[in-house]
């Protein structure tokens, strides 16, 4: 019982010195690639870069103490940073106090599905994710998050539209606009550096190479190139227009999402006090607010791309101070300091007396020092009842991912895996690490394979994981200010690119053409939908359960005949020739109240068919489960088959659906000898009386007949 509530006791068991170093330096192996990446990923879900490092010290740690695999590293991965991006969206602006929140409440539903699912032992919900859907998903969501680094790597800004390819048209619009050259080769060296080590030298940490020497690059050369002024410097009443313009949208929508909230509040107390008419006021009152704010957001985002797209030079006066202008606009024959000049404009308002001006690349900046607050997320039940769904699918795939990277990493070193175990270790990692102000995480296939080569004995090498995460939470986080942004896209992009797997699409085209179609749609559908990603999956849930709905009530339905293999085969498959007197007719599927009704129209067809028939011996052996209308169906079937002048027995019963026979004496009916055990033992009692007075020359059963193919 305490192995089973403390899986980690059973590490130590014959541990030694040389197991304890192997898994200290596995685990900060680990670490070193584990700290940029998850940077990156916290970026990628709409957080501030260090809250990825939030999300790496406790999670790692509790995924390994509870759960099965000992190899398997956990913590903010690609795909569920992505989905964590696309469920918050609706809600709230990326990188504001009120996503961040979410983001928190976010990884403590995801652990509360996990942990749940793991105690009732209900691994195998996450069959409902079949391979082709999980396939087509992660292949579009690798595109996905390539894409959405284009602009990080060009040094662009952008506002995310409705869809994420039309976010990606602007991008290559602004792009051919204006591009910021050393940011795009920082990224591109940073690619170069992590794929040639990976060549060369696969056991060097690439990511942290190309992370401590592009950050070296960035400080010494100055890449960030920031400069902080009063409006007045601007000389562009262009600029200070859209400026106000920018900063009067802003404020008032600010002011009315606190209104917002107020009217949510009265709502909520409305409905508990069943006052109708107050519930229809405060609705009125929300959606003239949405409607208030929506026309804001449109006159912020219109200021904030026309600022965006403004370029600037800078001159310098004779006091030394600069004035800055819209470089259409410089006065001819005007010195320059060379650069060129954007206004640094976020979602939250500008300061005029202090407004930043960027001349150079974009770093990571400021990171806090140290380890944050614990605290439980403030629960909110209509934001959970809004994010339930998107909970539960990524609670299913990123557990899909953690089970199917430690079920590949088992295979090799022969450890046995429990997935319910596995669910809850992850559903603690999550619940904790949102306690730690983490947002939701999974297990890394790139990490657990650098955790496995490494060396890893026990999932103790997590635990040194976290350790050095806390390390350099506490001591070293003045030493990433200058990673360039661009160096985390390629982090990313470099990431995602093992996730790209065409030869899926073949593989499972090949196996059935509908898994191979349902993959594809899977595909498209994500791509179209993005970044609503839930709609991707949920197509292809819908379409796999309905394939398996239909294939459930239209079986397989086959005569057999003698093959020449002496095996009774499909007449249809190895276009065998039928017996005129004795139908064998397998049944592929359980006989429920979905499919019985096709059973009989299928023997209907077969009657009808076959003048000379004289008996039908329904082959039982598919038929692994049966309802009562199964056998309701069945028990008027032996009634109308028999009425018509033709026999029928049963062949190959297995014990449970015998028992629902006998509980509801089906057996007496159509009688104990006319159930056989055997195929072989039915044709032998069968087939003398079934062909007296027959002119059949050669019977189908006994030996093997091909029908004659015509030329």
Known sequence: MVGKIFPFIKWFKDYDLGALKADAIAGMTVALVLIPQSMAYAQLAGLPAYYGLYASFLPPMLAALFGSSRQLATGPVAVVSLMTAASLEPLATAGSEGYIAYAIMLAMMVGLFQLSLGILRLGLVVNFLSHPVVNGFTNAA??????????????????????????????????????????????????????????????????????????????????????????????????????????????????????????????????????????????????????RMQKLKDQAQAARKALRT????????????????PEEELPAGTPTDGRR???RVGNSVLATDRIVMNGGGSVVGDIPKGLPAFSMPKLDLAIIGRLFPFAAIISLLGFMEAISIAKAMAGKTGQRLDPNQELIGQGLANLFGAIGKGYPTSGSFSRSAVNLQAGAVTGLSSVFTSLMVVVALLFFTPLLYHLPQSVLAAVIMMAVIG?????????????????????????????????????GIMIGVVLSLGVFLYKSMRPK????????????????????KECEHVAMVRFDGPLFFANSSYLEDKMMEIMRAKPGLKHIILVSNGINDIDASGEETLSLLVD????????????????????????????????EDHIFPTMEKAITAVHPESHRQSAEQACPLLTVCHLAVEN
Request: with cysteine; proline share 2%.
């Open 142 to 291: 690798a595109i996905i998050i390539a894409s959405s680094q284009l602009s990080k790597m060009f040094g662009v800004n952008v506002d995310e539209a409705k869809h994420h390819y039309e976010t990606i048209w602007r991008v290559i619009q602004a792009a051919g606009h204006y591009i910021h050259w050393p940011t795009l080769f920082m990224g591109v060296f940073a690619f170069g550096i992590m794929y040639g080590l990976k060549k060369i030298a696969p056991r060097i940490p690439n990511v942290l190479v190309a992370v401590v020497v592009t950050t070296l690059i960035s400080w010494t050369t100055g890449f960030e190139h920031n400069q902080a002024i009063n409006v007045s410097a601007i000389d562009s009443s262009k600029a200070q227009a859209l400026i106000a313009q920018f900063n009067a949208a802003t404020q008032e929508m600010a002011g009315l999402t606190k209104e917002r909230t107020d009217i949510y509040q009265n709502l909520t107390a409305a409905g508990e006090s069943h006052n109708d008419v107050g519930v229809i006021d405060a609705r009125h009152d929300v959606e003239v607010i949405q409607v």
């Open 341 to 343: 000049w954007h206004i």
């Open 310 to 325: 403004m370029i600037f030079r800078a001159a310098r006066q004779n006091g030394g101070s600069l004035v800055f202008y």
């Open 557 to 576: 339905v086959v005569s057999l005949a003698r093959a020449a293999d002496d095996a009774l085969r499909c007449v249809s498959t190895h276009g065998l």
């Open 640 to 671: 109308r088959i028999r009425s018509a002048g033709v026999d029928i027995s049963l062949s190959g019963v297995n014990e449970e659906v015998l028992k629902v026979f006998r509980r509801t004496h089906l057996p007496e009916k159509i009688g």
């Open 499 to 535: 996730l790209v797997n065409i030869t899926g699409f073949v593989h499972a085209w090949h196996a059935k053409w509908y898994d191979g179609a349902i993959s594809i749609i899977s595909f498209i559908a994500t791509l179209a939908f993005a970044p609503h990603l839930d709609k």
